[in-house]
């Protein structure tokens, strides 16, 4: 049984060599998790002073705001929707033919990288949900990471992940030497702090939120388990249910519409709401507004959504995914099953005791500060200057 953990790298200079490019040619609004882990990775190397070169669809170069700052752009024209899946794999060969000249290295974000480039590369895995839960993605999209991943992984020089569960995997599943690993978790971008009650009031009349809600923030997606949460609520007493809202907020996945019809139906009692897309800087409001936030997800490579509502001071339940319960610590409930009636319980709980709820608040608080981008900066910048010595 595997025992070590993977090496969270040491502070080091703040330069990097130049000739390296970050891809996110798989960048599209409105962004999800995956795209804020690149615009983090970004952020982090700017704060250290490192520079790189960053490889975009050109529609989205103004919606990335701060994170290019310090770094050139390299934009690649738009591509239709259903083309966005694989473009890594001819859009960078194609116009810079398999070994461009004055690239050094290359770090493809999305865990999957093209392979007729010859360009050594490092690899972030998001995470491994094509090979532990196959059936929660579109069969397309199983078909494309499941064979390219793995391809990916072994021509990678480093390997970076945000969680020990994920590094755990890796090891376990494809037999990646822990050398070869970097641990480097997640943060919340700075306007995640709790918001002042004027804010709150005002950000929740525009979305028509009630004063008091039980929020999950996310893809509606089969792998997060919605409807084991919409289920939950549906059990709690008549009075906690007649008082607090269900608010999803998050886009749909291709595949999930029936899920998302579902969570919209009238409830026997109570109120679900959703909300299908927030912009960014209203988000910390919605969060801080709430009286729990929830996230059930059957796996997870970190969770960032719940480190942005731990940042904001809600009081979060996760289930027992190790990547959650990692990220969660003591600062928040983890669910020990996957029975409807544990959520319950534990979403009762902190609506009846505000005592707990509170304590709750105060240790998420306390819990997200561990995460920065100063760190991802730090670490991503060694990994690159391993990755060249290799």
């Avoid at 033919?97 to 690899?123: C, E, I, Q, T």
């Avoid at 519409?257 to 927030?278: C, F």
């Amino acid at each position: 049984m595997f025992v070590r953990r993977c090496r969270s790298i040491a502070c080091v200079a703040n330069t990097v060599p130049d000739g390296i490019a970050v891809d996110l040619l798989f960048a599209a609004q409105p962004f999800t998790g995956l795209e804020h882990h690149g615009l983090h990775i970004l952020r982090g190397l700017h704060r250290v002073g490192a520079s790189v070169d960053v490889l975009v669809p050109s529609d989205v170069v103004r919606h990335m705001g701060d994170a290019l700052d310090g770094h050139r752009v390299i934009s690649f024209a738009p591509v239709p929707r259903w083309a966005r899946l694989g473009r890594e794999q001819w859009s960078l060969p194609w116009r810079f033919g398999s070994a461009p000249r004055g690239l050094r290295l290359l770090h493809s974000v999305a865990g999957v990288a093209p392979l007729l480039s010859s360009v050594p590369l490092v690899l972030t895995v998001p995470d491994l949900v094509y090979r532990v839960r196959p059936g929660d993605m579109h069969p397309r999209a199983r078909w494309y990471f499941g064979w390219l991943g793995p391809r990916s992984i072994r021509r990678a020089r480093r390997v970076m992940v945000s969680s020990q569960a994920v590094c755990r995997q890796l090891i376990e599943l494809y037999h990646i030497v822990p050398e070869r690993l970097a641990y480097t978790p997640l943060c919340a971008e700075s306007l995640f702090t709790p918001r002042p009650s004027a804010e709150v009031a005002s950000v929740r009349k525009r979305f028509g939120l009630p004063e008091k809600y039980i929020l999950y923030v996310g893809t509606v997606d089969p792998r997060k388990d919605l409807a084991r949460l919409r289920a939950a609520y549906e059990l709690l007493p008549p009075d906690l249910a007649d008082d607090s809202a269900l608010v999803f907020v998050g886009r749909t996945n291709r595949g999930a519409e029936r899920l998302a019809h579902e969570l919209r139906r009238p409830g026997t009692r109570g109120h679900v709401l959703s909300v299908d897309y927030v912009p960014r800087d209203q988000l910390p409001a919605i969060y801080s507004g709430a009286a729990i936030f929830v996230y059930p997800s059957r796996y997870e490579g970190f969770g960032l959504p719940v480190l942005e509502a731990m940042s904001c001071g809600a009081p979060v339940i996760v289930s027992s995914a190790e990547a959650l319960s990692e990220l969660v610590d003591d600062a928040g409930v983890v669910l020990r099953t996957e029975s409807v009636e544990e959520l319950t319980q534990a979403i009762e709980r902190l609506l009846r005791f505000e005592g707990e709820a509170s304590r709750l608040q105060a240790a998420g608080l306390k819990r997200a500060t561990a995460f920065s981008v100063d760190r991802i900066g730090r670490e991503t910048a060694e990994v690159y200057r391993q990755a060249l010595a290799a």
